[in-house]
């Protein structure tokens, strides 16, 4: 026969750790504690199968009654107490326990057991008259709520209980529900007792077999309520997973002085600090340490309030990290001087602690390099690396009080700036130079340039899966999401929170660390990794977590495959991004270059020529700028390769549109403005995206390839005979077909062997392709035939195989994740079934045509960690992402790596 | 050893018909008509072995100088004449023939092996002395001209020899070149001597074997010259092949009033009428008759002329054509009373004749009906469905001289229109309700959109296989092509021709059947087929031409395993289509219904809505009109599957633009009118090509795919309900994800299950899909699950696989097709590599997921013969075309159909 029921207590357990799927991980963990000889409080699990049971039969199986009846009595002997017995009674716990962690969303019962028999049973054992009545008023309490449905009827009125404890302290005029005396807690039972008749037409039970039914059929119950259900949804749970439910004998912290309760975690949670840390209080129960009416003592102290226990509990937390490998987060009781662990499990942390415990757990040889890799999510090292807020100024804002609130830690780091409710005026206000703080009630992706824009995003509505939380940790941005004290109203573009009005323009600073809000600005500096790593402001020695990250990077780099570049365009970007580790530039954007000042004239000019020869006249006056921004680039990227893209988008881009601009090109070409005007208009296209771009415009215009090919091989020649070496690999974007790869490619190549060859040096080039539009990944084997490499270019690639300009998907985007089509934001992670299935067909059938066919992508998607994995998955030869994500892709590459060695165990 | 030449004549040769490939066109069919025991001069042929030798080795191999003097001495005893011999002397034609037909592109040289001394043989022999100094002065000429390189030096100087001729004449004072006397020859001999002794430095060879290799190195020379070069490019002739070189006694039918030459044809090639049909001129050669200086008698007088040699030559044409099964194209020459057959090919026929001679030649047993549909080209087919002039007013026109001119037949039919010299301009034109013909120097993909607007397009310039032409057979336009005697100015906008100038808005008029171009207007009428099919004025007893063709239509349909349907959106245009054969609706475009003045307010005023309840209110005033409308269609089908595909196109396109239209829309919704401007503003799209349009509008607006499936489902069951069988399949647009096309799918058979289940009645319907967007195709396995049918829309396709839309790629289509990026149009037909793997992909996943899925094209390239045989290739259940492919589709299918049969073998 099937078993259900499963054990714990006394020194043994017949569950373990392992059993994490059939017992939930409370009850793993119960009897793993039990196992290691760790005193827990005796009780059983019942296991996910009956939840699983419950559902699909409407019932319990046959045999249920009959094993917990047996494992109740297997409770009541290694206790010595007798469940539903006055003299000595056992209560009991019932509580909710899942495989994956679902905190507060099921439900519990106390102090199960008790009616008017055992309370007195309870008195006398604890010679404690008002405990146990206050005890059994929490039950009556918690089981009319829970398992008989006493809750408010609608939405504007209290809860029914509540209503009745205020009745009665007003009547005897006192604050504090500790203040009751034992009539009053009478009282309550009775009039609880008459509130629960009234409503529900039952007398409450007194059978305390009929409660324990009650409650884990509540508990059971539980997991398909509208709490559990839309947190299963937006933490992707499978709902199949269903609940255990753990039914364990009580101990109580609150039976007098000679008891306790607490929490503590084996390291610092927030710094990854070796130290035990936690709190407790006397004479309480949990409940009472969470509510905060209590102050509670650090966990220290309790060496010298009860050293026995602490003794003990010292020996249980390093037995428990030991055994588990891993920082633990434990609860423990002490009732009568009798310690009890209630709970282990893996402490939440920071992204410091978790990379710091990572490391220091590797050197204390608890685990491998490998199982340090794996512990540290990505995000953790986002964290790290985002900006903080300037301490003084910090401290200042809080003595000041322009401490306003806090949201939810959706985006790591710290952010200061002027306040934009709208996308459009936060684009606007960067544009101006402004450092701006985006403010929604909730994000879509209409938002997505404004996110871009803002340092920071705030939001009132929202968790941390929300579009704002998603998206900023994609991008890299603070954010404090659900923030809900913000009432923002659009219409007057100000927000009010914490009394205080705050209007567009004002400033505000975010610490997305934290999740705190402020009034005014708050400087920020860059995160102490940057500061020593970029800014060399800061000795390596000086910071732990520079420490830790560095020994974690290099397991990192040991151990992945995966190459990581880096998207820059000016040598800055460069230097950062080889500081983070980049091993070349993936893709350096010409067309970047041409901004600024000086330059856009000279470009605009050269667009606008009527003919070659003119056109050949202005690519005269660009040539030497762009050689001077490559110089600059090969220099700083020392040896790495760099793949510069050719021109790349519409012309269009780039014209002058304000009378001032036209009119400035028109003097440099010594043209009419009206001239100019008629040109811009004959460029305007239907569908941009899909127009004349890429490398369509070095075929229409083969003098700018030819251009830019001299550009970047005589920057190449520079450098090189300054003893520097280069590595150019020339990208030509948009090829849909070979034969425009093959006639840009002999323009590259006849102006690399001119230069090169007159230069006399040695510099090795190379000539490949992006994969941007479906049919250069359909047609790979022809295409490889000329290129040396591809680079995915999966923005493009998303925007053509789903048919979807990125410019317009704003409202359909957020229709479309509101609906569930789409899982995730495609241009955030690859859609693998359509843009990677094409991917996939272009690295097949690229290697086949070109064995040694080098492949990137350099797509935003080279930063995204489920994308990196794909990548890897795929056995590309790097990923290219923004400088500051180059590290999360050296992790999750590595991470990807050992997903591999797992699968192939 | 090798086997080079290869003789015929004297009744037997070492070749035949089937040795095409080694012998060249000609060589074969000497061959094989020796072999037939035909007279044919006899001779021999140099292989194409000899030309890739040549070419490959750069000269020959060294047993061909004993082969082909063993073959010169074999023609001496056959003709027991000798090669330069004084005494009757062997002189010989030289000529080239590649095994494909390359007209008038390579070289030829006649009446070789004449010198000083065989010249006075020639004399003896023929009796006539002045003949003989013709041909020697023919001779040096021609030779001259191809082997010794006479021509003029640069393009402003005229023949060198002519410019002697016409000294000569100047002297004598004479204008014909048969005015010439004996004296005149001979001085011309003399002086074409010393004008090559001068330009060459040499003398002009006297050795016949000398002269021999010279001809044989030059017509081998010829296969590389500039002109066949081009002309193979042009027609996609493979430069491998090389030519075979045919050297032949000369024959002369220019040796006095017993000899003659003529040309025939086995049967009327203009309308495949059986009957001897051709010309012949009595002491002429060839080119006589070519020239036209002197006009040729109609074959019928050869019998009484030449009552012996026409009994002969009727003897053997019908034997040729029942030997070669098919109308042949013979050249014949008469020495001295006896015939020699010089040449047989199948002759080059009009559509009417192709189609007629085919269907005619099954019934005589000739060939067999699978033979009939390949020989029938599919642009035959469109000839014959073309308009044609009313023939009243066509001969009015001829008498009042409003001929113009003549260019190339490149699109078959009648046009008549005013001129306009610009695509845009014909566009307005035609949007103004007016007949246009669009006149350009030469067309480019530019001018794609007023090519499609226009009746007619005349081009300048260009040839058969010209944009003009190739687009306008495409799309079924009238097209005179490459009119050379056209003077276009853009600037002033007119043209001049035959000395008229003609300005733009002008009425012009085009036979595309002939070439002919007209001043004025002449009326049109539709062809006897549409006048049988469609109009139902004639009776098909009456005709001929339809009689031929629904006959060879019946046989495709026999064969062919490909449905045909038709796009349609109304019902006239589905009756049209079904007389042509149509087997359903492929393609129903829903939004084509919304405009006329009626109905586009509501549409207008449905799309501007502020939320769903104002949509909801205009959706009800359109839903009656598109029941009305379905209705109409699902009559006209009687029970063919009509295909409708729900609102596709970018809401904006609706949106009024003009002041005037905005207020009417504006009082229509009781807004202002800058309120309908504002909301046209926000609808604007960078891309509307990848934006808010296809299933997206049925996601966000439900409502409106409601509206539509309610005019469908209600339009069937009132059909139905008269007893006409309805089967409505609708179609879902844009699909790139199975999600959306589930949330689409369950509106449609809500309303569906609503509709129909009300009416008691059973209506079978599917619903289906779009494969339109790449990641439809590559997701095909999931979309197959609720997909009962894929319609591939290639148009769409086309431009998300290849990244180019096709609104914008007029300049860069005409520079890719230039540049030979593209080998044709990737939007007339399908690209294979991309857009047809795409396909594949698709056809495989979604049969796999679904066996029994239907699977069609609605693209525009359902219409087109390439692109039909490969949706035949992929196992398409049916391409779906404009009404006027359909019997081409239906043609193709059956072709695609043999084709598998012949690979099968």
Same mark, same amino acid.
């Given at each position: 026969?099937?078993? +259900?029921?499963? #054990?714990?207590?006394?020194?043994?357990?017949?569950?373990?750790?392992?059993?994490?799927?059939?017992?939930?991980?409370?009850?793993?963990?119960?009897?793993?504690?039990?196992?290691?000889?760790?005193?827990?409080?005796?009780?059983?699990?019942?296991?996910?199968?009956?939840?699983?049971?419950?559902?699909?039969?409407?019932?319990? %199986?046959?045999?249920?009654?009959?094993?917990?009846?047996?494992?109740?009595?297997?409770?009541?002997?290694?206790?010595?107490?007798?469940?539903?017995?006055?003299?000595?009674?056992?209560?009991?716990?019932?509580?909710?326990?899942?495989?994956?962690?679902?905190?507060?969303?099921?439900?519990?019962?106390?102090?199960?057991?008790?009616?008017?028999?055992?309370?007195?049973?309870?008195?006398?054992?604890?010679? /404690?008259?008002?405990?146990?009545?206050?005890?059994?008023?929490?039950?009556?309490?918690?089981? &009319?709520?829970?398992?008989?449905?006493?809750?408010?009827?609608?939405?504007?009125?209290?809860?029914?209980?509540?209503?009745?404890?205020?009745?009665?302290?007003?009547? #005897?005029?006192?604050?504090?529900?500790?203040?009751?005396?034992?009539?009053?807690?009478?009282?309550?039972?009775?009039?609880?007792?008459?509130?629960?008749?009234?409503?529900?037409?039952?007398?409450?039970?007194?059978?305390?077999?009929?409660?324990?039914?009650?409650?884990?059929?509540?508990?059971?119950?539980?997991?398909?309520?509208?709490?559990?259900?839309?947190? #299963?949804?937006?933490?992707?749970?499978?709902?199949?997973?269903?609940?255990?439910?753990?039914?364990?004998?009580?101990?109580?912290?609150?039976?007098?002085?000679?008891?306790?309760?607490?929490?503590?975690?084996?390291?610092?949670?927030?710094?990854?600090?070796?130290?035990?840390? &936690?709190? +407790?209080?006397?004479?309480?129960?949990?409940?009472?340490?969470?509510?905060?009416?209590?102050?509670?003592?650090?966990?220290?102290?309790?060496?010298?309030?009860?050293?026995?226990?602490?003794?003990?509990?010292?020996?249980?937390?390093?037995?428990?990290?030991?055994?588990?490998?891993?920082?633990?987060?434990?609860?423990?009781?002490?009732?009568?001087?009798?310690?009890?662990?209630?709970?282990?499990?893996?402490?939440?942390?920071?992204?410091?602690?978790?990379?710091?415990?990572?490391?220091?757990?590797?050197?204390?040889?608890?685990?491998?390099?490998?199982?340090?890799? !794996?512990?540290?999510?990505?995000?953790?090292?986002?964290?790290?690396?985002?900006?903080?807020?300037?301490?003084?100024?910090?401290?200042?804002?809080?003595?000041?009080?322009?401490?306003?609130?806090?949201?939810?830690?959706?985006?790591?780091?710290?952010?200061?700036?002027?306040?934009?409710?709208?996308?459009?005026?936060?684009?606007?206000?960067?544009?101006?130079?402004?450092?701006?703080?985006?403010?929604?009630?909730?994000?879509?992706?209409?938002?997505?340039?404004?996110?871009?824009?803002?340092?920071?995003? =705030?939001?009132?509505?929202?968790?941390?899966?929300?579009?704002?939380?998603?998206?900023?940790?994609?991008?890299?941005?603070?954010?404090?999401?659900?923030?809900?004290?913000?009432?923002?109203?659009?219409?007057?573009?100000?927000?009010?929170?914490?009394? !205080?009005?705050?209007?567009?323009?004002?400033?505000?600073?975010?610490? @997305?660390?934290? $999740?705190?809000?402020?009034?005014?600005?708050?400087?920020?500096?860059?995160?102490?990794?940057?500061?020593?790593?970029?800014?060399?402001?800061?000795?390596?020695?000086?910071?732990?977590?520079?420490?830790?990250? *560095?020994?974690?990077?290099?397991?990192?780099?040991?151990?992945?495959?995966?190459?990581?570049?880096?998207?820059?365009?000016?040598?800055?970007?460069?230097?950062?991004?080889?500081?983070?580790?980049?091993?070349?530039?993936?893709?350096?954007?010409?067309?970047?270059?041409?901004?600024?000042?000086?330059?856009?004239?000279?470009?605009?000019?050269?667009?606008?020529?009527?003919?070659?020869?003119?056109?050949?006249?202005?690519?005269? !006056?660009?040539?030497?700028?762009?050689?001077?921004?490559?110089?600059?680039?090969?220099?700083?990227?020392?040896?790495?390769?760099?793949?510069?893209?050719?021109?790349?988008? %519409?012309?269009?881009?780039?014209?002058?549109?304000?009378?001032?601009?036209?009119?400035?090109?028109?003097?440099?070409?010594?043209?009419?403005?009206?001239?100019?005007?008629?040109?811009?208009?004959?460029?305007?296209?239907? /569908?941009?995206?899909? $127009?004349?771009? $890429?490398?369509?415009?070095?075929?229409?215009?083969?003098?700018?390839?030819?251009?830019?090919?001299?550009?970047?091989?005589?920057?190449?020649?520079?450098?090189?005979?300054? @003893?520097?070496?280069?590595?150019?690999?020339?990208?030509?974007?948009?090829?849909?077909?070979?034969?425009?790869?093959?006639?840009?490619?002999?323009?590259?190549? #006849?102006?690399?062997?001119?230069?090169?060859?007159?230069?006399?040096?040695?510099?090795?080039?190379?000539?490949?392709?992006?994969?941007?539009?479906?049919?250069?990944?359909?047609?790979? *084997?022809?295409?490889?035939?000329?290129?040396?490499?591809?680079?995915?270019?999966?923005?493009?690639?998303?925007?053509?195989?789903? @048919?979807?300009?990125?410019?317009?998907? &704003?409202?359909? =985007?957020?229709?479309?994740?509101?609906?569930?089509?789409?899982?995730?934001?495609?241009?955030?992670?690859?859609?693998?079934?359509?843009?990677?299935?094409?991917? !996939?067909?272009?690295?097949?059938?690229?290697?086949?045509?070109?064995? @040694?066919?080098?492949?990137?992508?350099?797509?935003?998607? $080279?930063?995204?960690?489920?994308?990196?994995?794909?990548?890897?998955?795929?056995?590309?030869?790097?990923?290219?992402?923004?400088?500051?994500?180059?590290?999360?892709?050296?992790?999750?590459?590595?991470?990807?790596?050992?997903?591999?060695?797992?699968?192939?165990?």
């Amino acid at each position: 026969m099937k078993k +259900y029921v499963y #054990r714990f207590g006394g020194g043994a357990a017949e569950g373990g750790a392992e059993m994490k799927m059939l017992l939930g991980g409370k009850g793993a963990n119960l009897a793993e504690m039990a196992n290691l000889g760790i005193p827990v409080p005796p009780g059983f699990t019942i296991s996910t199968d009956v939840c699983a049971h419950y559902y699909t039969h409407g019932g319990y %199986p046959k045999s249920l009654t009959k094993e917990v009846k047996a494992a109740v009595r297997s409770v009541e002997e290694i206790t010595g107490r007798k469940f539903g017995k006055a003299g000595n009674p056992l209560l009991l716990s019932v509580r909710s326990g899942a495989p994956v962690s679902m905190p507060g969303m099921m439900d519990t019962v106390l102090n199960l057991g008790l009616n008017d028999e055992t309370v007195v049973g309870l008195t006398a054992v604890s010679g /404690n008259e008002r405990f146990a009545w206050d005890s059994y008023r929490r039950f009556v309490q918690m089981y &009319g709520d829970v398992v008989l449905g006493m809750k408010p009827e609608d939405k504007h009125e209290e809860d029914p209980f509540e209503v009745i404890i205020h009745k009665v302290k007003k009547a #005897r005029k006192i604050v504090l529900d500790t203040e009751l005396e034992l009539d009053d807690l009478k009282l309550l039972v009775k009039e609880f007792k008459a509130a629960i008749k009234k409503r529900t037409g039952h007398d409450f039970p007194t059978d305390p077999e009929e409660q324990l039914w009650g409650a884990i059929n509540a508990v059971f119950g539980s997991w398909m309520n509208d709490r559990a259900i839309s947190y #299963r949804k937006l933490n992707d749970i499978d709902e199949n997973l269903g609940t255990a439910v753990n039914v364990q004998a009580m101990v109580f912290g609150n039976s007098g002085d000679n008891s306790a309760t607490g929490v503590a975690f084996t390291r610092d949670a927030a710094t990854g600090e070796k130290r035990f840390y &936690g709190e +407790y209080l006397i004479n309480a129960q949990g409940e009472d340490v969470v509510a905060g009416t209590r102050t509670p003592n650090p966990i220290a102290k309790l060496e010298k309030e009860m050293p026995k226990v602490y003794a003990q509990l010292t020996k249980i937390y390093k037995k428990l990290e030991k055994h588990y490998r891993d920082m633990q987060d434990i609860e423990f009781t002490v009732e009568d001087g009798r310690l009890w662990m209630l709970q282990t499990r893996s402490g939440k942390r920071t992204g410091f602690a978790a990379i710091k415990i990572a490391v220091d757990m590797v050197e204390e040889k608890l685990i491998k390099k490998e199982e340090a890799i !794996k512990r540290v999510p990505p995000s953790a090292l986002e964290q790290v690396l985002r900006p903080v807020f300037d301490t003084k100024d910090h401290d200042q804002a809080r003595k000041e009080g322009r401490y306003l609130c806090r949201g939810l830690n959706a985006g790591p780091g710290a952010a200061s700036g002027i306040i934009a409710f709208h996308a459009e005026d936060a684009v606007a206000l960067k544009k101006e130079g402004k450092n701006v703080i985006l403010v929604r009630i909730e994000t879509s992706p209409e938002d997505i340039a404004g996110m871009a824009a803002a340092e920071g995003i =705030l939001t009132a509505r929202g968790g941390m899966t929300s579009h704002a939380a998603v998206v900023a940790r994609q991008m890299g941005k603070t954010c404090v999401a659900g923030c809900g004290e913000l009432e923002i109203d659009y219409k007057t573009a100000q927000m009010t929170v914490a009394g !205080k009005v705050l209007k567009a323009g004002d400033f505000i600073s975010l610490n @997305g660390t934290t $999740g705190g809000v402020f009034m005014g600005e708050i400087k920020t500096i860059p995160s102490e990794i940057t500061r020593v790593l970029v800014d060399r402001k800061l000795k390596p020695e000086k910071s732990e977590i520079f420490q830790a990250y *560095d020994k974690l990077m290099g397991w990192a780099d040991e151990i992945r495959q995966l190459k990581v570049r880096t998207n820059a365009d000016q040598p800055n970007q460069a230097r950062e991004a080889i500081a983070f580790g980049a091993q070349g530039i993936g893709l350096c954007r010409t067309e970047h270059m041409f901004f600024g000042e000086n330059k856009i004239n000279h470009m605009r000019a050269m667009i606008l020529s009527e003919d070659e020869a003119e056109r050949r006249k202005h690519l005269k !006056k660009l040539l030497p700028i762009q050689r001077r921004d490559f110089e600059g680039i090969f220099k700083a990227m020392n040896g790495y390769p760099v793949t510069v893209r050719t021109l790349d988008p %519409p012309l269009h881009e780039f014209v002058p549109h304000e009378k001032e601009e036209i009119e400035a090109v028109a003097a440099e070409m010594g043209v009419k403005p009206a001239d100019i005007v008629k040109k811009v208009e004959e460029l305007h296209e239907m /569908n941009p995206m899909l $127009g004349h771009r $890429g490398c369509r415009l070095g075929i229409s215009f083969p003098e700018i390839t030819e251009m830019q090919a001299r550009a970047i091989f005589e920057a190449a020649v520079n450098v090189a005979k300054k @003893g520097t070496p280069v590595h150019p690999e020339i990208m030509i974007p948009l090829v849909g077909h070979v034969r425009e790869l093959q006639l840009q490619e002999r323009i590259v190549r #006849r102006v690399a062997d001119e230069v090169i060859g007159k230069s006399g040096l040695d510099i090795p080039y190379l000539v490949g392709t992006m994969i941007e539009i479906p049919r250069a990944a359909l047609t790979a *084997d022809y295409v490889a035939q000329v290129a040396e490499f591809f680079s995915f270019g999966t923005n493009d690639l998303t925007q053509t195989t789903l @048919g979807l300009s990125r410019d317009d998907a &704003g409202k359909i =985007l957020a229709e479309y994740l509101d609906l569930d089509i789409y899982p995730t934001d495609p241009f955030a992670t690859i859609d693998r079934g359509g843009v990677g299935r094409l991917m !996939k067909i272009a690295v097949e059938d690229g290697r086949k045509a070109r064995p @040694g066919i080098k492949l990137g992508i350099c797509g935003e998607h $080279g930063g995204d960690p489920n994308s990196i994995q794909f990548c890897h998955e795929l056995g590309l030869d790097y990923v290219s992402c923004s400088p500051y994500r180059v590290p999360i892709a050296r992790l999750v590459a590595a991470q990807s790596t050992l997903e591999d060695r797992k699968a192939k165990k």
